[in-house]
């Protein structure tokens, strides 16, 4: 499976994006797909978690009530739509595929299949 990030751009404070992450190969058979994201100097961190069939979704605090994670098992896709963005969601976003337990479904190295990143610039 790969998966394909995209959807990034520059964007003033207040304004939205919808990043997109295909998967191509095969179809979604990883327990959980997720978005991290990167910013310069700083380590990956959790954006947003949804389990496979769309049930149960996780957000960090940072982006709750902000952005969503949806989920196109028929289009092999899922989605992040950021909301009310603010100059500290600058970073790189990856999606990512994966079958960790629950409750290490938060970290980056339980997550073997990457996207490559996609860059959100939100300028003040």
């Known amino acids: 499976v790969q998966l394909q990030a995209s959807g990034g751009g520059l964007v003033q404070a207040g304004g939205s994006l919808r990043l997109p992450c295909t998967a191509s190969g095969t179809s979604f058979s990883s327990r959980y797909m997720a978005w991290f994201r990167q910013a310069p100097g700083k380590e990956r961190e959790i954006v947003a978690v949804?389990?496979?069939?769309?049930?149960?979704?996780y957000y960090d605090d940072s982006v709750k009530g902000r952005f969503t994670i949806s989920l196109n098992n028929a289009k092999n896709a899922v989605y992040l739509q950021m909301n009310s963005l603010n100059p500290e969601d600058t970073a790189f976003y990856y999606c990512?595929?994966?079958?960790?337990?629950?409750?290490?479904?938060?970290?980056?190295?339980?997550?073997?299949?990457w996207g490559q990143g996609t860059l959100v610039t939100v300028s003040s």
């Open positions: 990512a595929a994966g079958s960790p337990v629950f409750s290490n479904r938060y970290f980056p190295s339980a997550y073997g299949i």
């Open positions: 949804i389990s496979r069939h769309g049930l149960t979704t």
